[in-house]
């Protein structure tokens, strides 16, 4: 699932987009196609303004950091972490196709990926 | 009881079957367990038995069964993590904490309750329905790890396995009269733990004292290769500082009381519960300080974007395509068409609002204002925590703002319910260890309430030392336990 992507009325620049922080009923069901949940209508109408609530509530962390403060993405300091290419025991196929929910040929068997016009 | 163990006054087996005896008789009105393993556990407990027998246990816990969390992969037990969308998937390996449980010797009794994929604070959230917590069937046992809390409280498990990504174990062991403890971040192995949120999820002890909790979290901690956040350290001697601080002194050792861990948003009872705790440890011979750390007034906002944002991407693995739920509409679905059916069927409420304000929180146009300033906060939560640490050796505050409330009070007030991990969270965002221990009852409710003990990341020997500490100084003050005064759970079988 793609974890950045257009916005309707998002503006250009991020940093613009701070004054009003609601989301509409049409923002939640585009950011819900995006994380491709299938939402209702019921659920639409129930979520988006609760939604609005969590991120008026949470909207106010901008500006509380300067520009010159460093990000934190991991309270670790972080390495590569290497090992030697040695075989190690693993999955055997019938292990890890043990929880699909269909297989053939010893394969997971998907839906169609592609649609009517590709 | 690994004493008895170990005296050959009882048997793994006999000890084994009587929590299994006691989850038959109350977990049909605690509901704390989502899946009971009887087979499994009565072969480990006889597997433990002989190699008592044979003079060579597997380390002082083998024999003790313990409950584990239902977002851990065990082998051959379902895994649900309180999702539809994983009901019935059977892990094909184990989590390195479930595999260092199994080589401890301690038997599996099974799995327990909590919010779906960890996303609560009172267990309501599970697709399976509430734990209820054992003090007042009414009320929520705390969350997500509710299931674990209240299976140790009701005396149906002596240990468990919990995971804090915000306060999960923590918070549950304030509401119910347990202890609950999140390691530093990095201590305990990740591998097999669904994630949630992957920089802040933790996975720790949940017991009835600080000395077993010790012990559980040496057999849990330490290096995992499978795990490349796993801190390549040996872990503190945990055990030793429980035994040490169980003399309840506390000569010399410095204590710092968060002042915005308190006051406005707490209830009263826990307050004075918490000013009761500290008082304690200053006739013990603490040095109490008083230390400020403004950030934490933003940890929360801070906490709901991150989590959100990881939580979005990591439950992106839920596809319909390799294991758990598949819904296939009618026609010719494609495979997107079986993903958006799947997830909107399989996915209850709080996971779809947290993965679509995580969607939104990542998306281009808003991801500096808030994603970005999200982690760039975070910064400033550590600074204040490195400040305060080196003021105090370790910080203390009220675990949760509020003793447990009832069933359904707040499960569809999403902010009301994000205001439960007030306390807890800054230590999820900096990775640095927390204890939570029993402080009393509160005045109004009668309910229990918890103080929250933090330390310096890799220094989890204080939170042990201290905890064991104070836990001797109330214990003397009440004249023994304080889940000795739970109302008593007779089959009620609700």
């Given at each position: 699932m793609p974890e950045t992507s257009e916005h309707p009325?998002?503006?250009?620049?991020?940093?613009?987009?701070?004054e009003q922080p609601t989301l509409s009923r049409d923002q939640v069901a585009h950011l819900a196609d995006l994380a491709r949940i299938d939402l209702s209508d019921a659920e639409l109408d129930h979520l988006a303004p609760q939604l609005s609530v969590i991120l008026d509530s949470i909207a106010s962390i901008q500006g509380v950091a300067g520009d010159d403060v460093p990000p934190t993405s991991h309270t670790l300091p972080l390495t590569n972490v290497f090992r030697d290419d040695v075989v190690r025991p693993g999955l055997t196929a019938e292990e890890a196709l043990s929880g699909a929910p269909e297989v053939e040929q010893q394969r997971f068997k998907v839906p169609r990926i592609l649609g009517e016009e590709q | 009881m690994a004493a008895a163990l170990d005296d050959g006054a009882t048997t793994s087996v006999e000890i084994t079957q009587a929590h299994l005896d006691r989850i038959s008789e109350v977990d049909g009105a605690v509901h704390a367990f989502l899946q009971v393993d009887t087979e499994g556990a009565l072969r480990d407990a006889a597997a433990s038995d002989a190699r008592r027998a044979a003079g060579s246990?597997?380390?002082?816990?083998?024999g003790v069964p313990i409950a584990v969390k239902d977002v851990v992969a065990t082998r051959g037990l379902p895994t649900t993590c309180g999702s539809r969308i994983l009901e019935g998937w059977v892990p094909p390996y184990d989590a390195t904490v479930v595999a260092r449980l199994r080589a401890a010797g301690l038997p599996i009794l099974g799995k327990t309750n909590m919010d779906e994929f960890a996303m609560g604070s009172s267990t309501e959230h599970s697709a399976f329905g509430p734990t209820h917590n054992p003090w007042d069937l009414d009320r929520i046992p705390g969350g997500s790890g509710g299931g674990s809390a209240a299976a140790v409280a009701a005396y149906e498990a002596p240990l468990a396995i919990g995971t804090d990504t915000g306060g999960s174990i923590r918070q549950p062991g304030a509401v119910t009269g347990t202890v609950g403890v999140k390691p530093?971040?990095?201590?305990?192995?990740?591998?097999?733990l669904v994630s949630l949120a992957n920089s802040f999820d933790q996975a720790g002890p949940v017991t009835r004292s600080v000395l077993d909790a010790a012990l559980l979290h040496e057999v849990i901690g330490g290096h995992d290769p499978l795990d490349s956040t796993s801190i390549d350290q040996p872990v503190p001697a945990l055990v030793e500082a429980a035994r040490r601080g169980a003399d309840g002194d506390l000569t010399g050792v410095r204590i710092g009381v968060v002042s915005e861990l308190g006051g406005e948003g707490y209830q009263d009872g826990v307050l004075a519960r918490f000013a009761e705790s500290v008082e304690l440890m200053t006739k013990a011979g603490a040095e109490v300080v008083e230390v400020s750390c403004p950030s934490f007034v933003h940890a929360l906002a801070t906490y709901y974007l991150i989590l959100p944002a990881e939580a979005s991407s990591n439950l992106a693995?839920?596809?319909?395509?390799?294991y758990g739920l598949r819904v296939t509409p009618d026609g010719d679905p494609s495979a997107e068409d079986v993903m958006r059916a799947t997830r909107e069927a399989g996915f209850g409420d709080e996971v779809k609002r947290r993965i679509i304000l995580g969607t939104f929180a990542l998306s281009s146009g808003y991801y500096d204002a808030y994603y970005g300033q999200a982690q760039k906060v975070r910064t400033l939560v550590t600074r204040d925590f490195e400040a305060a640490f080196r003021l105090a050796d370790v910080l203390v505050s009220p675990t949760a703002p509020t003793t447990a409330f009832k069933i359904g009070e707040k499960v569809d007030d999403p902010l009301a319910m994000y205001l439960n991990d007030l306390a807890t969270i800054p230590a999820n965002l900096s990775g640095v260890p927390g204890i939570s221990i029993p402080s009393g009852l509160a005045d109004e409710d009668g309910l229990p309430a918890g103080v929250q003990i933090l330390a310096p990341a890799m220094a989890d020997d204080r939170v042990y030392r201290v905890g064991a500490a104070l836990e001797a100084l109330l214990g003397q003050e009440w004249g023994g336990a304080l889940l000795d005064r739970a109302p008593q759970l007779t089959g009620a079988g609700a």
């Amino acid at each position: 699932m793609p974890e950045t992507s257009e916005h309707p009325g998002a503006p250009e620049d991020g940093r613009a987009a701070v004054e009003q922080p609601t989301l509409s009923r049409d923002q939640v069901a585009h950011l819900a196609d995006l994380a491709r949940i299938d939402l209702s209508d019921a659920e639409l109408d129930h979520l988006a303004p609760q939604l609005s609530v969590i991120l008026d509530s949470i909207a106010s962390i901008q500006g509380v950091a300067g520009d010159d403060v460093p990000p934190t993405s991991h309270t670790l300091p972080l390495t590569n972490v290497f090992r030697d290419d040695v075989v190690r025991p693993g999955l055997t196929a019938e292990e890890a196709l043990s929880g699909a929910p269909e297989v053939e040929q010893q394969r997971f068997k998907v839906p169609r990926i592609l649609g009517e016009e590709q | 009881m690994a004493a008895a163990l170990d005296d050959g006054a009882t048997t793994s087996v006999e000890i084994t079957q009587a929590h299994l005896d006691r989850i038959s008789e109350v977990d049909g009105a605690v509901h704390a367990f989502l899946q009971v393993d009887t087979e499994g556990a009565l072969r480990d407990a006889a597997a433990s038995d002989a190699r008592r027998a044979a003079g060579s246990p597997a380390g002082p816990l083998d024999g003790v069964p313990i409950a584990v969390k239902d977002v851990v992969a065990t082998r051959g037990l379902p895994t649900t993590c309180g999702s539809r969308i994983l009901e019935g998937w059977v892990p094909p390996y184990d989590a390195t904490v479930v595999a260092r449980l199994r080589a401890a010797g301690l038997p599996i009794l099974g799995k327990t309750n909590m919010d779906e994929f960890a996303m609560g604070s009172s267990t309501e959230h599970s697709a399976f329905g509430p734990t209820h917590n054992p003090w007042d069937l009414d009320r929520i046992p705390g969350g997500s790890g509710g299931g674990s809390a209240a299976a140790v409280a009701a005396y149906e498990a002596p240990l468990a396995i919990g995971t804090d990504t915000g306060g999960s174990i923590r918070q549950p062991g304030a509401v119910t009269g347990t202890v609950g403890v999140k390691p530093t971040y990095g201590g305990v192995s990740r591998y097999g733990l669904v994630s949630l949120a992957n920089s802040f999820d933790q996975a720790g002890p949940v017991t009835r004292s600080v000395l077993d909790a010790a012990l559980l979290h040496e057999v849990i901690g330490g290096h995992d290769p499978l795990d490349s956040t796993s801190i390549d350290q040996p872990v503190p001697a945990l055990v030793e500082a429980a035994r040490r601080g169980a003399d309840g002194d506390l000569t010399g050792v410095r204590i710092g009381v968060v002042s915005e861990l308190g006051g406005e948003g707490y209830q009263d009872g826990v307050l004075a519960r918490f000013a009761e705790s500290v008082e304690l440890m200053t006739k013990a011979g603490a040095e109490v300080v008083e230390v400020s750390c403004p950030s934490f007034v933003h940890a929360l906002a801070t906490y709901y974007l991150i989590l959100p944002a990881e939580a979005s991407s990591n439950l992106a693995r839920f596809d319909a395509m390799r294991y758990g739920l598949r819904v296939t509409p009618d026609g010719d679905p494609s495979a997107e068409d079986v993903m958006r059916a799947t997830r909107e069927a399989g996915f209850g409420d709080e996971v779809k609002r947290r993965i679509i304000l995580g969607t939104f929180a990542l998306s281009s146009g808003y991801y500096d204002a808030y994603y970005g300033q999200a982690q760039k906060v975070r910064t400033l939560v550590t600074r204040d925590f490195e400040a305060a640490f080196r003021l105090a050796d370790v910080l203390v505050s009220p675990t949760a703002p509020t003793t447990a409330f009832k069933i359904g009070e707040k499960v569809d007030d999403p902010l009301a319910m994000y205001l439960n991990d007030l306390a807890t969270i800054p230590a999820n965002l900096s990775g640095v260890p927390g204890i939570s221990i029993p402080s009393g009852l509160a005045d109004e409710d009668g309910l229990p309430a918890g103080v929250q003990i933090l330390a310096p990341a890799m220094a989890d020997d204080r939170v042990y030392r201290v905890g064991a500490a104070l836990e001797a100084l109330l214990g003397q003050e009440w004249g023994g336990a304080l889940l000795d005064r739970a109302p008593q759970l007779t089959g009620a079988g609700a």
